[in-house]
């Protein structure tokens, strides 16, 4: 009889603590789509507090540290860098498959300018998964960035070829051809992201391409 109590109060406090990480994790979605990235941290840290093997809670925590990185103040930005690459790699060691993990890793070696790293996490992401636009997408940008302009474009065309309707890669490969002096194709490709919505673009194809 004690075995059976023991075990129905095990049960019972397993699902109240994970009814409590569900509404945590609910409210830690609302503070990212608010933009509260540090009540979003301290949300986090309250599940991982109640249950330190749900990935999620680390992986938003990283998320939330990523957008910390404001390029302002270079202590604050390495020590969130530093905290969103802990807690992606927790992520990654209970979920060794997590493709998403690896991407967003790489986005905050990224944000850091740590382009070498962010581009074997984003091939670490693509060796899981091959069928990520985004994913090719950032790798594209970061060769942009080391200036091999060909590969740049090879993995902008990737991931066009995956997703004809993306319309930050056609504007990112409107970049490239900009940087390699092709106007036609630049102006081209500024205007597919404009159609298809991304208008980041929209005043250098107002500006360059009048003539084209």
Known sequence: ?????????????????????????????????????????????????????????YFYKAGFHT????????????ANYKAAIANYTKVISLNPTHAEAFFFRGGAHDAMQFIDEALK???????????????????GVCFAKKG?????????????????TYAKAYANRGNVYDMKQDLKNACKNWKTAIALGYLGNKRRYEVKCKQQ
């Open 1 to 57: 009889m004690k075995c059976i109590s023991i075990f129905l109060f095990s049960t019972v406090f397993f699902f109240a603590n994970a009814q409590t990480t569900q509404t945590l994790l609910a409210h830690v979605l609302v503070k990212k789509e608010q933009s509260k990235f540090l009540e979003g941290i301290q949300l986090c840290n309250q599940v991982i507090t109640i249950d330190s093997t749900i990935a999620d809670a």
């Open 67 to 78: 957008a910390l990185i404001q390029r302002r103040n270079a202590k604050d930005d390495y």
């Open 121 to 139: 996490d984003y091939q670490n992401s693509i060796d899981i998964d091959e069928n990520q636009p985004k994913v090719y997408n950032s790798m």
């Open 148 to 164: 091999k302009i060909m590969l740049a474009l090879a993995y902008f065309d990737k991931a066009i070829a995956l997703d004809s």
